[in-house]
Every structure is written in structure tokens, then in C-alpha cells.
């Protein structure tokens, strides 16, 4: 990345990090595998004509993308100004210029409006962006209310960053939310989901949850969600919160977000964001699972059958997943309740693992008779009576593992296969 300002200021453009690169830089945080953004008074072509490989990404609008031998990406993107903008998403057309000050007006939170020239060690910071840092704020450069309605995608960036850095929302700038929420509605699916995905995953979720109801910005995402009574809510976000992972999985943490959405309506919310349809699938199949962490599994004693059976019904790869997810929803009870109720997931968890430690069966695959086996047994054709016969010998197999053998199997297979052809 010095590589390519030395470049760029030796054909006389001297030229800044931007964005978050300087924001972490300055908070210390570490950028794994994140974009490294420059800006530059030089014109996109110029950037063009000075290294071997650049794609031009967004020529009309400044940027071209470097592509250095350390392999990095560096997006170069000239000085701008912005026209209007009148659809709330993009400007009509912007101005190229080379003054550094009027770049980094344009652009969204002071905490992103600062720029570094790490040849000269110098630290462009017109909006107060380092006192915003330190205050830990998000904070619109001018006006809020301006500023969100030029570009609806901003107040979703806004609480983004809240969950990312654990920041607060600058009292005016969380107060315009409200009022821009029909430009929000503008955004196109796959930014909201793009957003609400960062957040989700982010160390200060619950935060940026109880932002996005608070400010509307719920209602704009998931109306179902934003009907919730304010405890319910709270809960939601607290339990996302109290989802472990390093990084954070996903689907977990959408699956706590959403686990207060009518069940049916939880992947169709998930595809309408534009969220991957195996995304959106998983997520409602845990969602369902979850709401059916029965009280047989948590009685003492418990027999194993009960549990394997429910292993089978959930599937039993997701059951490292269900079991985080009432980890994390005992995390979220109040301490009066949550003594006890840590004893009962603990219950739970050593009897799951046990019984998917046991080598019992516990979905038709991992019976010791495939559907061809099942064939070739009962002499009979293929259909729909082979995946039924399986199911059958699962269902005796889950409350007697110890027939789960070619040999044990075969009884039992011919027995219902006799009954059902009579
Ligand atoms: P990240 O850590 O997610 O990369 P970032 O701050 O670098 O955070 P980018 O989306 O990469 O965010 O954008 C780079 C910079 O471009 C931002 O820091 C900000 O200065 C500016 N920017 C990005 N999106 C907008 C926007 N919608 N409105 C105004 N400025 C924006
Ligand atoms: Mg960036």
C-alpha cells in the first residue's frame, strides 16, 4: 500500500488513506483481510497509466481498483464533489477536484472523514474525527438530516459501525433517523442485507439491535420484528449478544435475532433482504427447532431414547447449534433464573454429546442398511418404500441402538416388510 502512494506522489499526486483503515489504525484494532481505501488528486486514467494492474471498478465515479504483487486490493478513488442526489441512493454526477477537505466532506461520519499520508506522517482531520474517536460516537459530517437524506444507505451504516466499535449515536445524528426512513426504504435489498449481515455478526450486536428498533430502521427490515413489545426485543438482541464465536457464525446469530418472528415467516424475510436461500433455510429450520427445546429432554433422569429421538427430529448436525443457542439463552435470563437454568442446559448439553458420541444411529445414513442393502434384502424395486423402510428400521433403532447391525437389521426389515405388503 506505500508502495503505491510512493508511487502515486512520485508522478506528483501526493495522496491519503482513507476510510476504515485510518479509523482502526487510530483505535488500534487490527484490519484482517479488510479493503485498504486511497484518495487521490489524481484523475482515474492517471492512476491508470502509472501501474500494471488496475481494474476499473467505478471509473465514473473515481475508482479504479490496484491490484499490488503482496496481492492486496487497493482502491484508488479521486477527489470528488457529489451533485444532487434525488433517488436517495447514488448522486446525479460528481466532480473530480484535488482538494483533500472537500473529499472528505462528502463523506459519511466524522470517524470515516479523516485521512493519512503515511509518507509524511501527517493526519488530515477536518470534522473532528480523532474527539469523535475518543468520545466513541458516530457522528454525521453536517448535517444529519441532510446527509441521510442524501443517501439512505447511511443510517444503516451508522448503527453498523455502532455494533462493530461499540460506539454511541451522536444525539442529533440517531435523532434524523426517523425522519429519513422513506429514503431508507429506497436501499436496495441486498445493501440492507449486506448491512444487517455486518451487524449481526458484530461484538456489539445487542447495542445495534436496540438501535435499529429505537430509530425505525427495524420497521424498514423486518416488520414483524419491529411489532415486538420492547422486552421481547431486548431479549432477542441479548441473546445474539450472548452467542460466543470467533468469528461469529451468522446464521446463529440471525437465527437469535429472528427467533421472535412467527416461525413461518422467518425465511421469507431472509430471502425478501436478499440473504442467501441456504442462509434464509437454515435459519428458519433453527429458528423452528429451537422454539421446540422440549422439558422432557431437561427431566432427571432422562432416558437416552427421549434424547436421541430428539436429536433425530432436529437433525443432528444442527444440534452444536441449538445447543449455543440455549447457552447463550440461559446467558440472557436474569440472574435470578439463571442459576438454575444454567444447571439444566448443562444437563442438556452432557446428554447430547453423550448421545452423539454413542455411535447410535441417528438418522437414516448412519443406519448399517442403505436403501440398496434394504433392496437387495427384501428382493423388492425401487420407490418411495425404500427411504420408508429406513425410516421405519430408524425408528426402532433409535430406541434400541444395539440392532444397528446388518445382521440386526434384517429381522426387523423383513417383519416390515411383510406387514406392509399385507
Ligand atoms: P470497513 O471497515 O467496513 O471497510 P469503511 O469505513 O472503510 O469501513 P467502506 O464502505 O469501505 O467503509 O467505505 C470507505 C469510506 O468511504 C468510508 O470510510 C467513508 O468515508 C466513505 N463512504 C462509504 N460509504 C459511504 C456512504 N454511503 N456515504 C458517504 N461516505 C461513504
Ligand atoms: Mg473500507
Redesign the pocket.
Known amino acids: 500500500m506505500v508502495g503505491v502512494l510512493t508511487s502515486l506522489a512520485a508522478a506528483g499526486h501526493r495522496s491519503w488513506v ?4 485510518v ?2 489504525l487510530l483505535l488500534h484494532r487490527p ?1 484482517h483481510g ?2 485498504f ?1 486511497l484518495a487521490t488528486p489524481a484523475e482515474p486514467t492517471q492512476v491508470m497509466a502509472l501501474f500494471p494492474r488496475v481494474i476499473p471498478t467505478g471509473l465514473e465515479h473515481g475508482t479504479v481498483t490496484i491490484l499490488t504483487p503482496d496481492k492486496l486490493k487497493i ?1 484508488v478513488t479521486t477527489f470528488r464533489g457529489e451533485g444532487a442526489y434525488s433517488d436517495g441512493r447514488r448522486p446525479e454526477s460528481v466532480t473530480f477536484h484535488t482538494d483533500l477537505d472537500a473529499d ?1 466532506a ?4 466524522t470517524i ?2 479523516m485521512a493519512f499520508d503515511p509518507l509524511a506522517l501527517e493526519l488530515a482531520d477536518p470534522y473532528g474525527g480523532q474527539r469523535d474517536l475518543a468520545a466513541r460516537l458516530i457522528r454525521a459530517v453536517g448535517t444529519a438530516r441532510d ?1 441521510f437524506a ?2 439512505g ?2 443510517p444503516l ?1 451508522a448503527v453498523r ?1 455502532a455494533g ?1 466499535l461499540g460506539f454511541r449515536l451522536d444525539d442529533a445524528t440517531r435523532q434524523a433517523i426517523r425522519g429519513a426512513l422513506p429514503v431508507v426504504r429506497l436501499v436496495s435489498r441486498e445493501r440492507m442485507a449486506e448491512e444487517l449481515g ?1 451487524l449481526a455478526v458484530s461484538p456489539h450486536v445487542a447495542r445495534a439491535f436496540d438501535l435499529l428498533a429505537s430509530t425505525g430502521l427495524l420497521e424498514v427490515l423486518a416488520p414483524p420484528l419491529a411489532a415486538l413489545p420492547p422486552a421481547r426485543l431486548g431479549h432477542l438482541g441479548a441473546v445474539a449478544g450472548g452467542l460466543g464465536g470467533d468469528p461469529p457464525d451468522l446464521r446463529l446469530r440471525l437465527t437469535a435475532l429472528f427467533h421472535g418472528a412467527p416461525v413461518p415467516e422467518v425465511e421469507g424475510l431472509l430471502t425478501g433482504l436478499r440473504f442467501p436461500g441456504r442462509v434464509a433455510s437454515e435459519v428458519a429450520a433453527l429458528v423452528a427447532r429451537h422454539a421446540c427445546l422440549r422439558q422432557d429432554l431437561l427431566e432427571d433422569p432422562v432416558s437416552p431414547a427421549v434424547v436421541r429421538r430428539w436429536l433425530a427430529g432436529v437433525g443432528p448436525a444442527r444440534a452444536p447449534a441449538l445447543l449455543a443457542l440455549r447457552d447463550a439463552e440461559v446467558a440472557a435470563l436474569p440472574p435470578a433464573r439463571r442459576i438454575a437454568a444454567r444447571g439444566a442446559a448443562r444437563r442438556l448439553r452432557t446428554r447430547v454429546e453423550a448421545a452423539l458420541a454413542s455411535g447410535a444411529p441417528l438418522e437414516s445414513g448412519a443406519l448399517a442398511l442403505d436403501g440398496r442393502a434394504l433392496m437387495a434384502l427384501l428382493g423388492c424395486p425401487p420407490g418411495p418404500h425404500v427411504g420408508e423402510g429406513l425410516r421405519a428400521l430408524l425408528d426402532l433403532a433409535l430406541d434400541e441402538p444395539g440392532l444397528n447391525s446388518a445382521a440386526g437389521l434384517a429381522g426387523p426389515a423383513r417383519d416390515w416388510w411383510a406387514r406392509r405388503s399385507s
Open positions: 482513507v476510510g476504515g483503515a479509523r482502526d484490519r479488510l479493503d481505501d482502491e472528505l462528502r463523506r459519511d461520519f470515516n472523514a446527509r442524501e443517501d444507505l447511511r451504516r459501525f462493530q455486518r
